[in-house]
């Protein structure tokens, strides 16, 4: 049996402080990114029988 | 290619990333986790062989309140016997494994995962979600940075794996 997926703990104190700090602000990935992504999901999409 | 859900009846095709316990999720833990309802397993084929797994299971991400009318209670939080703390919860997918087939690897089919799960969770997803979460083998812990993700917390430092999260705003 492989080690089981580890579940996700609730975070305090230091950690609970650096997630909201590291997500207070958000910069957004530019046009040529979302492209890059976008073109990613398309091409395993086109392969989905879901 | 096919890009398939794993089903109780899948007949899985060979499959080997390298690593014993990856290759073991496949082969003896993914229906288990399909069937008890806790993770639904994708697998990228072809005519021969299984060329990438992933599994999904439906994960938040909580914590402590750290908001000003909170203060108060941000410093006795430690206090509070545990689940009494007010605290804000987020929606998150997590990708409880990922294995890409050792024939395979270098191709960037890793990230045409995660890029892959990042739209399906964003522009496609029938709820809402605000993370993807990670539970990450140590040795794959720079390819997620690389991917934007970022560690949860220090407390799994000396573990096998590490809890990382990507917040889907960057991308929305």
Redesign the interface.
Known sequence: ???P??E??????????K??E??KS????SKEE?K???D??E???S???? | MRLSRLESDTDIKPFDCGDTDLNGFLFDDAKDYLNSLLAVTYLLTDEENTIAYFSYQNDKISHQDLGNRDKFLQRIGSLLPKGKENHSSYPAVKIGRLGINRNNQRQGLGKRVIDFTKIYFTKKNKTGCKFITVDAYKDSVPFYEKMGFKCLTSRDLKSDTRLMYFNLEIIN
Do not use: H, S, W
Not at chain 1, 26 to 29: E, L, S, Y
Not at chain 1, 47 to 50: G, I
């Open positions: 049996m492989a080690k997926i580890k996700t703990p609730f975070l305090r104190g230091k950690d609970a402080k997630f909201v590291d997500n958000i910069q957004k990935v979302l890059e992504i976008n990613n999901y091409a395993l999409k392969l989905a029988d879901f």
